[in-house]
């Protein structure tokens, strides 16, 4: 399916609709197959232990589901996340980013169903799994 949104489009639609999260996130990819999306970990993402906290590992996942999601269907705000589901493999890497790697495995009228699969940055072993789908609004 061809992209309705680009990653430098998606950038000032986040900024705008998501003003919380502004300059949290980066799109490292963004085309058919694939969205690589990177959470640029700081000191307040870290949990006890030197590690990369689970809400932290959530919203990275939550928020590519999401890009991917709009860059398929246009920039529609009110879709909104109905499961998440996340396995956490292994502790990520200290100091690094958190890279989420995400396919749309399916689209239909009402739902966007992803998989995202999270890395540390250099890292080949992924850190953490999630399942996301989302509710999408009526299209007009």
């Known amino acids: 399916m061809a992209l309705k949104v680009t990653a430098e489009e998606m950038g000032p639609f986040l900024d705008e609709v998501f003003?919380?999260?502004?300059?949290?996130?980066?799109?490292?990819r963004l085309d058919e197959d694939l969205l690589v999306m990177r959470l640029f970990v700081k000191d307040e993402?870290?949990?006890?232990?030197?590690?990369?906290?689970?809400?932290?590992?959530?919203?990275?996942?939550?928020v590519a589901a999401y890009v991917a999601t709009?860059?398929?269907?246009?920039?529609?705000?009110?879709?909104?996340?109905?499961n998440c589901s996340i396995d956490f493999?292994?502790?990520?890497?200290?100091g690094a980013d958190l890279l989420?790697?995400?396919?749309?495995l399916k689209?239909?009228?009402?739902?966007s169903v992803c998989d995202v699969?999270?890395?540390?940055?250099?890292?080949?072993?992924?850190?953490a799994r999630a399942?996301?789908?989302?509710?999408?609004?009526?299209?007009?």
Do not use: N, W
Not at 100 to 104: E, K, N
Not at 107 to 111: E, T, V
């Open 19 to 28: 003003p919380q999260v502004r300059g949290m996130f980066g799109i490292d």
């Open 117 to 127: 699969q999270m890395f540390s940055e250099g890292g080949t072993e992924p850190v």
């Open 89 to 94: 493999m292994r502790k990520p890497e200290a």
């Open 107 to 111: 689209l239909g009228r009402a739902l």
């Open 45 to 62: 993402h870290l949990r006890p232990g030197g590690t990369v906290s689970g809400p932290s590992m959530f919203a990275l996942a939550d």
């Open 70 to 82: 709009m860059a398929r269907i246009g920039q529609e705000a009110l879709a909104v996340t109905t």
């Open 100 to 104: 989420a790697q995400c396919r749309v």
């Open 131 to 140: 399942s996301l789908t989302y509710s999408l609004p009526p299209r007009r």
